[in-house]
């Protein structure tokens, strides 16, 4: 069974740029999550969708940031524009079914670097 | 509120015992486990759950305690696999996980 996959695993823009940030999850996994991690800090939230729907945006950090789920599918996280601070390592998880006593799989991580 | 994982750090020897704690200022309905190594992704290793129920899929020993919202994980007899970083997630709603900063394992031979 494939995990969840994370494209590109590494992104260098300028700030003002724009960035979009892919996940698919595993197969057959309704629910998806976008965390991130900011150099030496915690994981964040930042939402959870439940097949297409957002359940939870609420560690979105601004309206810069934009999380689609067209078809209920893969997930992209654009970041528009881009600014220094957006920089950090973005991970994308999925469950089956969802809830906290759920496990969720973890992609690789997309390591954003905005200079 | 994030959870707060303590000891920072740990290097160990090959063979030798470490604790991991986790724990929270506010009521928890889990614990969840991840180990991560450089650039990879985290691995799921377990989930406590209220009521004593546990879920994973490695030989990995922990444990929680509901009143005082702490959870330790425990690395016996380590080797040098149990090398990374280990986060700890709680979880108190819908599946919005809050992580600790991590603990970094070094296992030397």
């Known amino acids: 069974e494939a995990g969840v996959t994370q494209f590109p695993s590494h992104s260098v823009i300028e700030k003002g740029q724009t960035v979009t940030l892919r996940c698919d999850p595993i197969?057959?996994?309704?629910?998806l999550y976008w965390y991130r991690r900011v150099m030496g800090k915690e994981i964040k939230f930042l939402l959870h969708f439940v097949k297409e729907s957002k359940q939870d945006e609420s560690g979105m950090p601004n309206n810069r940031f934009l999380a689609e789920r067209t078809g209920g599918t893969y997930s992209t996280l654009k970041v528009q524009p881009a600014e220094l601070e957006d920089s950090g390592v973005y991970f994308c998880?999925?469950?089956?079914?969802?809830?906290?006593?759920?496990?969720?799989?973890f992609g690789p991580g997309t390591r954003l670097t905005v200079t | 509120q994030q959870p707060v994982q303590s000891p920072q750090a740990v290097i160990l020897r090959e063979g030798e015992d470490a604790v991991i704690n986790c724990s929270s200022s506010?009521?928890?309905?889990?614990v969840h486990w991840y180990r991560q190594k450089h650039g990879e992704a985290p691995v799921f290793l377990m989930i406590l759950l209220k009521g004593g129920e546990q879920k994973g899929h490695e030989k990995i020993s922990a444990s929680f305690n509901e009143k005082k919202q702490q959870s330790s994980l425990y690395l016996t007899a380590s080797q040098l696999s149990y090398s990374g970083t280990y986060f700890c997630g709680t979880g108190r709603s819908w599946g919005k996980l809050q992580f600790g900063a991590g603990t970094q394992v070094v296992v030397t031979p």
């Open positions: 998880a999925s469950s089956l079914q969802g809830g906290a006593n759920n496990e969720q799989y």
């Open positions: 197969s057959g996994h309704d629910n």
């Open positions: 506010k009521a928890l309905y889990s």
